[in-house]
């Protein structure tokens, strides 16, 4: 599984409430995009030798939104967004989540995904709580400005795809309510990879939940734990939407790993691997059994949810081209 720094220090706490934060990113360029059909980046990627970009004959457009990357800062460093003028970070952002994430959507799509200044990722938890909201809207301000740009300037009436990770998942879920809920672009929608995040079921008047795994216009969401992980008290909603991205569905019933189509592991080079986890839908969390793998038994987390997407790569590969299929298809 691809793997990101962990959080050694965090920005400076504003003692007024306040915290500066970095120029904008600018659009019309493409040193503002993580991935762009037109360059050549990581998105383009595939694992092993089977699968190809298929971007260059693609019908529709998915805009992928990553998930947190910037989880490290320099002392005396207040800011709680990242800077797209950090190389380092814009590197991380390549070669983790949008290699092994965003290129899985390449065998439907053509990739569009905008850098932004992302929060911190100290913003989840008790260290950040102070600054969180407004951390998280100067993000979501560049996701919006990115999106109406790709809509002005590279969309031309096309079905779209919305996807997301985790903080990405955040700005993909406040998207979709600012931009297609009760709007014309509802009726362009292929479907909405919410994953990561907990999304109520009932969160859209127009945009139900995913049952079956050509069904478009929808959302699909899920959030991966060992079989054996506590969930704390008070986390287990039931009114949490999750969908099991083996079948396809919402049925609680345990998905044999022989659905399994291929997973992608840390050596993203070496290909998928067949069968490699099953899958079960437990209250609002999607549960699984320990992935094997060279090396193991060092993996001994019991929260999945930096391999969310990775454990089940081909098989979201395959459900966002049949969609996509399926949409144009009418």
Not at 227 to 247: C, K, R, S, W, Y
């Amino acid at each position: 599984m691809f793997s990101l720094a962990t959080c050694a220090s965090i920005p400076d706490l504003p003692s007024d409430g306040s915290f500066p934060v970095p120029p904008p990113p600018d659009y019309r360029s493409s040193r503002s995009w993580a991935a762009l059909p037109s360059t050549d980046d990581y998105a383009d990627r595939t694992p092993g030798d089977s699968l190809q970009d298929m971007q260059a004959t693609a019908q529709a457009d998915v805009f992928f939104i990553h998930p947190t990357i910037y989880t490290d800062t320099r002392k005396d460093d207040r800011m709680w967004n990242a800077s797209l003028d950090d190389e380092k970070l814009n590197a991380d952002v390549g070669e983790s989540t949008i290699l092994n994430q965003a290129s899985i959507f390449n065998g439907a799509a053509k990739v569009y995904a905008p850098r932004y200044r992302q929060a911190h990722v100290a913003v989840f938890n008790d260290d950040g709580a102070a600054v969180k909201q407004r951390a998280l809207d100067t993000a979501y301000a560049d996701v919006l400005a990115a999106f109406d740009h790709y809509l002005r300037h590279y969309n031309r009436g096309r079905p779209v795809i919305i996807a997301g990770h985790s903080q990405g998942t955040l700005h993909a879920e406040r998207l979709l309510e600012d931009r297609f809920t009760g709007k014309a672009l509802r009726d362009r929608l292929v479907a909405a990879y919410l994953v990561g995040m907990p999304i109520r079921r009932d969160r859209y008047a127009d945009i139900p939940v995913c049952e079956s795994a050509g069904q478009t216009g929808c959302f699909v969401t899920w959030r991966t734990y060992r079989e054996d992980f506590d969930v704390p008290p008070g986390a287990d909603d039931p009114e949490v939407a999750v969908v099991n991205p083996l079948t396809w569905t919402t049925d609680t019933g345990r998905a044999p790993a022989s659905l399994n189509e291929g997973g992608v592991l840390y050596k993203y080079k070496a290909g998928p691997i067949p069968e490699l986890v099953w899958a079960e839908i437990r209250g609002a969390g999607l549960f699984t059994n320990k992935p094997s793998f060279f090396g193991d038994i060092f993996f001994n987390t019991k929260n999945y949810h930096i391999a969310d997407y990775n454990l089940f790569w081909v098989n979201v590969r395959n459900n966002a081209r049949a969609r996509v299929q399926g949409f144009v298809e009418g």
